[in-house]
């Protein structure tokens, strides 16, 4: 079960820790905050819930804390950002920033990343490159060991939930798509298997490749393996998961089977649509096609027609106010690793329950 923090104290709470554990501010700031904000937008499964497991890839020593992360600008409209196995956050706001300077002098652009962790929700990015009034793509994979899914037609995982995001600016909320190219995000099953549920049909196979509901099934040992998007037609989300292999792994010169590689390879693709036509003129266009999507009078089963991203604004609107869900497993290892870098977090957490 869940409990509800005020968005906060969470955030505090997030940063003591990482000052605890030698981070830097700015490095924290970007790494807590964009954590937060996932939750804030309803994506728990990147939200708070991997500030223990970030402090654990410090620890380990997975997280380089004192990485530079350096820019080798390949072209006019194209570059390759070296996080230095860093912060992932913080990786991929400096890359995203990159493709949007470069698209600004020469309209478009295409950014790839190398060494970079975890980047969390990789909606967040795109929806950087939105605010900035910018169209953008991007695209996310991970190395080996994060190769969860089946290809279509398999039982034995070959690439990581490989997800896809796009984001517009429009005259008001910019529209945000970000969806993985397998049925469920990793992190999903995960968050229902810490809130003790089971995931819904069609989203795991067990080791034998036979469908579960069990998320406990599925980390197994032996590992199961989450299905591509699609279900009957899964052959299109492997094709699109290929897609972000080809730009995450392949452009980056990259062994889709190098064991020494750790992270995420993203690659981002930027257009300015003022190189086409005024600005406010595409954003009004946007409105009118926004408009146009939610005309259609909803299905029986469905109160209106939502376009992406607006499920994630409305979110963070009302927990900015409710607060934000904290699972008790992540709880106790907020506690966990305060007890072993000697942080009281009583001050941030016991009294922040809405």
């Known amino acids: ?12 709470a997030g940063l003591a820790l990482f000052a605890a ?16 904000t996932s939750s804030l937008m309803g994506h728990d499964s990147h939200g708070v819930m991997r500030i223990p497991e970030y402090l654990g890839f410090v620890a380990d020593g997975s997280i380089d804390i004192d990485a ?17 196995q860093g912060f992932g956050a913080v990786g991929a706001e400096r890359a995203v920033n990159e493709a949007v300077r470069m698209a600004r002098e020469q309209r478009t ?17 795109v ?38 995001a796009w984001a517009a600016p429009t ?6 798509a970000d ?5 469920a995000p990793e992190g999903k099953i995960r968050f229902h298997r810490n809130e003790g549920k089971s995931v819904p049909e069609g989203w795991i196979l067990d080791a034998d490749g036979n469908p579960t509901n069990d998320p406990n099934v599925f980390y197994g040992p032996p590992r199961g393996g989450i299905l591509p998007l699609g279900a009957e037609v899964g052959h299109k989300g492997f094709a699109l998961s290929l897609l972000v292999e080809v730009l995450g792994s392949a452009l980056a010169g990259i062994s889709c089977q190098d064991t020494e590689v750790f992270g995420n390879g993203v ?32 299905a029986p089963g469905f109160d209106e027609v939502l376009v992406p991203g607006e499920i994630e604004f409305r979110a963070r609107r009302k927990r900015e106010t409710r607060g934000i869900p904290v699972d008790e497993r992540t709880l106790k290892a907020f506690y966990t690793h305060a007890d072993r870098l000697n942080v009281d977090l009583a001050e941030f957490l016991d009294g922040g329950v809405t």
Request: glycine share 10%; net charge neutral.
């Open 1 to 12: 079960m869940s409990q509800l923090y005020r968005s906060e104290n969470v955030s505090r």
């Open 21 to 36: 554990a030698g981070v830097d501010e700015a490095k924290s700031q970007a790494t807590v905050g964009a954590l937060v």
């Open 68 to 84: 530079p992360v350096s820019v080798q600008q390949t072209g006019p409209t194209t570059a390759v950002v070296d996080c230095g």
């Open 109 to 125: 652009a295409c950014v790839i990343t190398k060494r970079c962790n975890h980047i969390g929700r990789i909606g967040a990015w």
């Open 127 to 164: 929806q950087l490159a939105a605010d900035s009034g910018m169209i953008a793509l991007s695209t996310c994979n991970s190395p080996v060991y994060g190769h969860f899914v089946l290809p279509f037609g398999g039982r034995e995982g070959r690439l990581a939930t490989n997800p896809i």
């Open 171 to 176: 005259g008001g909320d910019p529209i945000v």
């Open 179 to 183: 969806f993985s190219t397998s049925v």
């Open 267 to 298: 690659c981002f693709i930027v257009i300015d649509p003022s190189a086409f036509c005024p600005i406010d003129t595409f954003k009004q266009l946007m409105d009118e096609t926004v408009a146009y999507m939610k005309s259609s009078p909803p």
